[in-house]
């Protein structure tokens, strides 16, 4: 299991002056932690949910073909 920071999170949200994640958004890591990808907010980015769930389903996709 991957593990993920809380303070990495927050400290991402600092950096686009939020305190928390805008409604209908989420953080995604752009490389994966599963496929590598650091919890550093320098690997972090918001995307809408469905923005989210496509990119999570293509690397799931892509992940099994490799």
Do not use: A, W
């Not at 927050?10 to 752009?30: S, V």
């Amino acid at each position: 299991m991957v593990k993920r920071s809380y303070k990495n999170k927050k400290e991402f949200l600092k950096l686009h002056n939020l305190t928390h994640t805008p409604k209908g958004y989420e953080i995604d890591h752009i490389i994966p932690l599963s496929q590598g990808g650091t919890d550093c907010p320098d690997n972090m980015q918001l995307l809408t949910i469905e923005q989210h769930r496509r990119k999570t389903s293509k690397e799931r996709k892509s992940t099994k073909t490799n």
